[in-house]
């Protein structure tokens, strides 16, 4: 007999009624996403997340009053282990950047698809950060070529299960090191790509391919 199926519970933010009913619609119809709730703007979304406590945000970024962004980091600052998944008509690298910087989970541009959408929303429960392909592009956009090549062998495998979605104390484990050390090569890691958080580095890591 298989278990109990694991459901995540997902609250959907965007100004726009259609398009906010649209990702719940399509959200909803996968069984395992318990779709707990629906916001119009920041200021709602904040409220909404103390009461219906769920599991992950799809948070559309540009909105009257509070904005996306904003809104972001303020519940990224209340509820760390929140999973926020920034959900746009926009890919440029600032906004993109700016988003990340605030503390989503992942970025997804509006056109995905509702099976990558809901896969996407799965993993930002789980704390592992996914990207349209276009956010990608517009991240690792301004990387020196030689970046990657940089990266000693050791650091190259540490930033492997850095873009897998591990933690620093996962990743230390799995290669019988320190955390303390695990944490230098990160450093080191983030400086030679010349990004700012782990999950630009995980995104630079992911294009490779």
Request: aromatic share 2%; net charge negative.
């Amino acid at each position: 007999m298989s278990g109990p199926l694991m459901t995540r519970r997902v609250l959907v933010v965007d100004d726009h009624d259609l398009l906010r009913e649209g990702v719940t619609s399509v959200l909803a119809s996968f069984a395992d996403l318990d779709l707990v709730g629906e916001a119009h703007s920041g200021e709602a979304a904040i409220a909404a997340v103390a009461e219906l406590e769920p599991d992950v945000v799809v948070m559309d970024l540009v909105m009257p009053g509070i904005g996306g962004i904003e809104a972001i980091r303020r519940l990224r600052a209340s509820h760390p282990t929140l999973g926020i998944l920034a959900l746009s008509s926009f890919s440029d690298g600032a906004r993109v950047r700016e988003a990340i910087e605030a503390g989503a989970t992942g970025y997804l541009i509006k056109s995905v698809d509702a099976t990558s959408l809901a896969q996407a929303v799965r993993s930002a429960a789980e704390g592992t950060a996914t990207f349209s392909p276009e956010v990608t592009l517009a991240l690792v956009g301004g990387l020196p070529s030689s970046s990657l090549s940089s990266l000693t062998s050791r650091e190259l495998e540490i930033a492997e299960l850095l873009a897998s979605g591990m933690t620093n104390a996962q990743i230390a484990d799995t290669l019988f090191l320190s955390v303390f050390t695990v944490k230098n090569h990160v450093s080191s890691i983030l400086m030679k790509l010349g990004v700012r958080t782990r999950t630009e580095a995980a995104a630079a890591l992911l294009s490779r391919d």
